[in-house]
Protein backbone atom coordinates (compact mmCIF):
# COMPACT_ATOMS: atom_id res chain seq x y z
CA UNK A 1 0.00 0.00 0.00
CA UNK A 2 1.20 3.82 -0.79
CA UNK A 3 1.75 6.04 1.71
CA UNK A 4 -0.57 8.95 1.82
CA UNK A 5 -0.24 12.46 2.68
CA UNK A 6 -2.70 15.29 3.15
CA UNK A 7 -2.76 17.69 0.02
CA UNK A 8 0.06 20.12 0.13
CA UNK A 9 1.15 23.30 -1.69
CA UNK A 10 4.49 24.55 -2.87
CA UNK A 11 4.46 26.63 0.21
CA UNK A 12 5.01 23.44 2.06
CA UNK A 13 7.94 22.59 0.68
CA UNK A 14 11.91 24.30 1.01
CA UNK A 15 12.43 26.40 -2.08
CA UNK A 16 15.69 24.08 -2.79
CA UNK A 17 13.47 20.95 -2.52
CA UNK A 18 11.46 22.29 -5.12
CA UNK A 19 14.57 23.32 -7.29
CA UNK A 20 15.36 19.47 -6.76
CA UNK A 21 12.30 18.37 -7.65
CA UNK A 22 12.08 20.19 -10.74
CA UNK A 23 15.64 19.22 -11.80
CA UNK A 24 14.24 15.31 -11.40
CA UNK A 25 11.82 16.27 -13.20
CA UNK A 26 13.45 17.89 -16.23
CA UNK A 27 16.29 14.96 -16.69
CA UNK A 28 19.19 17.40 -14.66
CA UNK A 29 19.45 14.73 -11.73
CA UNK A 30 17.93 10.99 -11.37
CA UNK A 31 15.56 9.56 -8.38
CA UNK A 32 19.18 8.88 -6.60
CA UNK A 33 20.32 12.31 -7.09
CA UNK A 34 16.89 14.01 -5.60
CA UNK A 35 16.55 11.51 -2.69
CA UNK A 36 20.33 11.98 -1.74
CA UNK A 37 20.35 15.89 -1.86
CA UNK A 38 16.67 15.85 -0.39
CA UNK A 39 17.19 14.12 2.77
CA UNK A 40 18.94 17.19 4.48
CA UNK A 41 15.37 18.72 4.41
CA UNK A 42 13.39 15.37 5.29
CA UNK A 43 11.92 15.92 9.04
CA UNK A 44 10.11 13.65 11.38
CA UNK A 45 7.85 11.18 9.66
CA UNK A 46 8.58 12.50 6.56
CA UNK A 47 11.22 10.70 4.99
CA UNK A 48 13.06 12.20 1.18
CA UNK A 49 11.19 9.13 -0.46
CA UNK A 50 8.40 10.77 1.35
CA UNK A 51 8.76 14.18 0.01
CA UNK A 52 9.24 12.82 -3.95
CA UNK A 53 5.76 11.33 -3.35
CA UNK A 54 3.99 14.05 -1.72
CA UNK A 55 5.64 16.04 -4.88
CA UNK A 56 5.12 13.84 -7.69
CA UNK A 57 1.22 13.78 -8.97
CA UNK A 58 -1.94 12.27 -7.49
CA UNK A 59 -3.85 11.42 -10.77
CA UNK A 60 -7.07 9.94 -9.11
CA UNK A 61 -7.57 12.75 -6.96
CA UNK A 62 -7.14 15.77 -9.02
CA UNK A 63 -9.38 14.35 -11.84
CA UNK A 64 -12.30 16.42 -12.84
CA UNK A 65 -13.54 14.76 -15.41
CA UNK A 66 -14.33 10.96 -15.71
CA UNK A 67 -13.33 9.03 -19.16
CA UNK A 68 -16.94 7.86 -19.50
CA UNK A 69 -18.21 11.30 -18.69
CA UNK A 70 -21.73 10.87 -20.82
CA UNK A 71 -21.15 14.98 -21.51
CA UNK A 72 -18.14 13.60 -24.28
CA UNK A 73 -17.37 11.06 -26.33
CA UNK A 74 -14.05 10.48 -25.54
CA UNK A 75 -11.65 7.51 -27.82
CA UNK A 76 -8.08 6.69 -29.14
CA UNK A 77 -7.41 6.66 -32.58
CA UNK A 78 -4.17 6.25 -34.83
CA UNK A 79 -3.26 8.34 -37.87
CA UNK A 80 -0.66 8.14 -40.65
CA UNK A 81 2.54 9.81 -40.07
CA UNK A 82 4.93 9.41 -42.60
CA UNK A 83 7.15 12.00 -41.84
CA UNK A 84 7.52 11.02 -38.41
CA UNK A 85 7.04 7.87 -36.18
CA UNK A 86 4.70 6.48 -39.08
CA UNK A 87 2.08 6.00 -36.88
CA UNK A 88 0.19 9.05 -34.67
CA UNK A 89 -1.40 7.62 -31.60
CA UNK A 90 -3.65 10.20 -29.86
CA UNK A 91 -6.67 10.65 -27.19
CA UNK A 92 -9.64 12.40 -29.14
CA UNK A 93 -12.37 14.36 -27.24
CA UNK A 94 -15.39 15.51 -28.75
CA UNK A 95 -18.40 16.89 -26.78
CA UNK A 96 -21.32 14.26 -26.92
CA UNK A 97 -23.76 16.55 -28.59
CA UNK A 98 -21.93 18.94 -30.69
CA UNK A 99 -24.29 21.31 -32.84
CA UNK A 100 -22.46 22.50 -36.06
CA UNK A 101 -18.93 22.38 -36.73
CA UNK A 102 -16.56 22.89 -33.98
CA UNK A 103 -12.97 24.49 -33.12
CA UNK A 104 -10.77 22.15 -32.90
CA UNK A 105 -7.39 22.31 -30.06
CA UNK A 106 -4.41 20.00 -29.72
CA UNK A 107 -3.08 19.58 -26.35
CA UNK A 108 0.59 18.79 -25.86
CA UNK A 109 1.57 17.03 -23.15
CA UNK A 110 5.00 17.34 -21.00
CA UNK A 111 7.56 15.14 -20.90
CA UNK A 112 6.18 11.71 -19.99
CA UNK A 113 3.56 11.31 -22.46
CA UNK A 114 -0.12 11.13 -22.23
CA UNK A 115 -0.31 10.43 -19.10
CA UNK A 116 -3.90 10.40 -17.01
CA UNK A 117 -3.49 14.10 -16.16
CA UNK A 118 -3.51 15.39 -20.06
CA UNK A 119 -6.59 13.09 -20.86
CA UNK A 120 -8.25 14.83 -18.21
CA UNK A 121 -7.41 18.01 -19.97
CA UNK A 122 -8.38 17.20 -23.20
CA UNK A 123 -11.71 16.36 -21.20
CA UNK A 124 -11.94 19.51 -20.12
CA UNK A 125 -11.36 21.62 -23.42
CA UNK A 126 -13.93 19.20 -24.87
CA UNK A 127 -16.82 20.45 -22.29
CA UNK A 128 -15.94 24.17 -23.19
CA UNK A 129 -17.28 23.13 -26.79
CA UNK A 130 -13.64 22.26 -28.54
CA UNK A 131 -13.02 18.98 -30.18
CA UNK A 132 -9.65 18.36 -28.72
CA UNK A 133 -6.78 15.67 -29.17
CA UNK A 134 -4.55 14.76 -27.17
CA UNK A 135 -1.24 12.79 -29.15
CA UNK A 136 1.18 10.23 -27.41
CA UNK A 137 4.75 10.99 -28.10
CA UNK A 138 5.62 7.81 -26.66
CA UNK A 139 3.41 5.68 -28.81
CA UNK A 140 6.51 4.33 -30.81
CA UNK A 141 8.03 3.28 -27.80
CA UNK A 142 5.14 1.44 -26.52
CA UNK A 143 2.88 4.38 -25.02
CA UNK A 144 2.32 6.28 -21.87
CA UNK A 145 3.89 3.50 -19.23
CA UNK A 146 1.57 3.89 -16.35
CA UNK A 147 4.30 5.39 -14.11
CA UNK A 148 5.82 9.06 -14.17
CA UNK A 149 9.40 7.74 -13.70
CA UNK A 150 9.18 5.19 -16.27
CA UNK A 151 8.00 7.75 -18.56
CA UNK A 152 10.92 10.31 -17.46
CA UNK A 153 13.04 7.59 -18.80
CA UNK A 154 11.78 6.59 -21.84
CA UNK A 155 11.34 10.22 -23.15
CA UNK A 156 14.97 10.97 -23.91
CA UNK A 157 15.20 7.97 -26.07
CA UNK A 158 12.84 9.53 -28.56
CA UNK A 159 13.80 11.11 -32.01
CA UNK A 160 12.83 14.90 -31.47
CA UNK A 161 12.83 15.75 -35.51
CA UNK A 162 9.96 12.60 -36.03
CA UNK A 163 8.12 13.35 -32.90
CA UNK A 164 8.17 17.29 -33.73
CA UNK A 165 6.64 15.63 -37.49
CA UNK A 166 4.27 13.71 -35.54
CA UNK A 167 2.82 16.87 -33.90
CA UNK A 168 2.47 18.50 -37.55
CA UNK A 169 1.09 15.88 -38.61
CA UNK A 170 -1.59 15.84 -35.21
CA UNK A 171 -2.24 19.80 -35.97
CA UNK A 172 -3.24 18.52 -40.29
CA UNK A 173 -5.47 15.91 -39.05
CA UNK A 174 -7.48 18.52 -36.44
CA UNK A 175 -7.57 20.91 -40.24
CA UNK A 176 -9.91 17.97 -41.75
CA UNK A 177 -11.61 15.67 -38.87
CA UNK A 178 -14.69 15.51 -39.06
CA UNK A 179 -17.28 17.76 -36.92
CA UNK A 180 -14.48 20.07 -36.81
CA UNK A 181 -14.36 23.96 -38.48
CA UNK A 182 -10.98 23.73 -39.72
CA UNK A 183 -9.78 26.48 -37.21
CA UNK A 184 -6.56 24.92 -35.10
CA UNK A 185 -5.40 25.96 -31.88
CA UNK A 186 -2.69 24.43 -29.75
CA UNK A 187 -2.02 24.62 -25.75
CA UNK A 188 1.11 22.40 -24.51
CA UNK A 189 2.46 22.40 -20.88
CA UNK A 190 6.38 22.30 -20.32
CA UNK A 191 7.96 20.36 -23.30
CA UNK A 192 4.48 20.61 -25.03
CA UNK A 193 4.64 24.67 -24.28
CA UNK A 194 7.87 24.21 -26.16
CA UNK A 195 5.95 22.03 -29.24
CA UNK A 196 3.26 24.83 -28.92
CA UNK A 197 6.28 27.76 -29.78
CA UNK A 198 7.43 25.18 -32.43
CA UNK A 199 4.23 24.51 -34.13
CA UNK A 200 3.33 28.08 -34.44
CA UNK A 201 6.57 28.93 -36.46
CA UNK A 202 6.11 25.86 -38.80
CA UNK A 203 2.12 26.24 -39.07
CA UNK A 204 1.15 29.45 -41.49
CA UNK A 205 -2.94 28.75 -40.75
CA UNK A 206 -2.64 27.77 -37.12
CA UNK A 207 -4.96 30.18 -35.29
CA UNK A 208 -3.73 30.57 -31.82
CA UNK A 209 -1.11 29.19 -29.53
CA UNK A 210 -0.93 29.17 -25.80
CA UNK A 211 2.56 27.45 -23.73
CA UNK A 212 2.03 27.09 -20.59
CA UNK A 213 6.06 27.37 -19.27
CA UNK A 214 7.38 25.94 -22.56
CA UNK A 215 10.93 26.90 -24.35
CA UNK A 216 10.69 29.66 -26.64
CA UNK A 217 11.26 28.64 -30.28
CA UNK A 218 14.11 29.54 -32.31
CA UNK A 219 14.30 33.15 -32.55
CA UNK A 220 15.05 33.21 -35.97
CA UNK A 221 11.99 31.53 -36.92
CA UNK A 222 9.64 33.82 -35.02
CA UNK A 223 8.80 36.00 -38.25
CA UNK A 224 7.39 32.77 -39.45
CA UNK A 225 4.87 33.21 -37.16
CA UNK A 226 1.22 33.70 -37.83
CA UNK A 227 -0.92 32.90 -35.08
CA UNK A 228 -2.00 34.71 -32.23
CA UNK A 229 0.68 34.04 -28.76
CA UNK A 230 -0.56 33.50 -25.55
CA UNK A 231 2.56 32.77 -23.23
CA UNK A 232 2.20 31.86 -19.80
CA UNK A 233 5.54 31.58 -17.92
CA UNK A 234 5.48 31.29 -13.85
CA UNK A 235 7.84 34.03 -11.74
CA UNK A 236 9.75 31.51 -9.60
CA UNK A 237 10.63 29.09 -12.87
CA UNK A 238 13.72 31.27 -13.40
CA UNK A 239 14.97 29.22 -16.16
CA UNK A 240 12.66 29.62 -18.68
CA UNK A 241 12.05 33.30 -17.56
CA UNK A 242 14.84 34.20 -18.35
CA UNK A 243 14.58 33.37 -21.54
CA UNK A 244 11.27 35.17 -22.35
CA UNK A 245 12.42 38.82 -22.96
CA UNK A 246 14.44 37.71 -25.75
CA UNK A 247 11.02 35.88 -27.20
CA UNK A 248 8.73 38.80 -26.80
CA UNK A 249 11.52 41.22 -28.33
CA UNK A 250 11.75 38.83 -31.12
CA UNK A 251 7.55 38.69 -31.27
CA UNK A 252 7.40 42.78 -31.29
CA UNK A 253 9.78 42.88 -33.62
CA UNK A 254 8.17 40.55 -36.41
CA UNK A 255 4.54 42.08 -35.60
CA UNK A 256 3.23 38.95 -34.01
CA UNK A 257 -0.43 39.40 -31.83
CA UNK A 258 0.70 37.98 -28.81
CA UNK A 259 -0.22 38.65 -24.69
CA UNK A 260 2.48 37.38 -22.32
CA UNK A 261 2.11 37.17 -18.33
CA UNK A 262 4.44 35.73 -15.57
CA UNK A 263 2.30 34.80 -12.67
CA UNK A 264 3.93 36.07 -9.57
CA UNK A 265 4.51 33.66 -6.61
CA UNK A 266 4.13 30.45 -8.57
CA UNK A 267 6.22 27.53 -9.43
CA UNK A 268 7.03 26.16 -12.91
CA UNK A 269 4.05 23.28 -13.95
CA UNK A 270 1.41 25.91 -11.73
CA UNK A 271 -1.41 24.86 -13.79
CA UNK A 272 -0.97 21.50 -12.93
CA UNK A 273 -3.53 20.31 -10.48
CA UNK A 274 -2.09 16.89 -9.70
CA UNK A 275 0.67 17.94 -7.71
CA UNK A 276 1.42 20.73 -4.72
CA UNK A 277 3.16 23.26 -7.32
CA UNK A 278 -0.53 23.60 -8.50
CA UNK A 279 -1.77 27.15 -8.06
CA UNK A 280 -5.27 27.49 -7.55
CA UNK A 281 -5.50 31.62 -8.38
CA UNK A 282 -3.06 31.39 -10.94
CA UNK A 283 -4.33 28.25 -12.83
CA UNK A 284 -7.85 29.74 -12.99
CA UNK A 285 -6.80 33.22 -14.14
CA UNK A 286 -4.54 31.69 -17.09
CA UNK A 287 -6.99 29.09 -18.09
CA UNK A 288 -9.87 31.67 -18.66
CA UNK A 289 -7.27 33.43 -20.87
CA UNK A 290 -6.25 30.55 -22.93
CA UNK A 291 -10.33 30.06 -23.26
CA UNK A 292 -11.16 33.84 -24.28
CA UNK A 293 -8.28 33.51 -26.98
CA UNK A 294 -9.57 30.17 -28.65
CA UNK A 295 -12.85 30.99 -28.66
CA UNK A 296 -12.43 34.50 -29.83
CA UNK A 297 -9.71 32.99 -32.55
CA UNK A 298 -11.28 29.47 -33.40
CA UNK A 299 -14.99 30.12 -33.35
Known amino acids: ?10 KDFHPEVLQLFDQYVHGGIDRRGFLSSAGKYAAGAMTAEGLLLALSPNFAQAQQIKPDDARIIASYVEYPSPNGYGTLR ?9 KGPLPTVLVVH ?78 GFCYGGAIANFLATKIPDLSAAVPYYGGAPALDAVANI ?7 HASKD ?27 GVEHGFNNDTTPRFDQAAAKLSWQRTLDLFNRTLR
Open 1 to 10: MSQEFPKQSA
Open 90 to 98: GYLVKPANA
Open 110 to 187: ENRGLNPHIEDVARRVALDNFIAFAPDALFPLGGYPGTEDKARELFPKLDQAKTREDFLTAAGVLKTIAGGNGKVGVV
Open 226 to 232: KAEVLVH
Open 238 to 264: ERLVAGWPKYEEALKAAGVKYQGFVYE
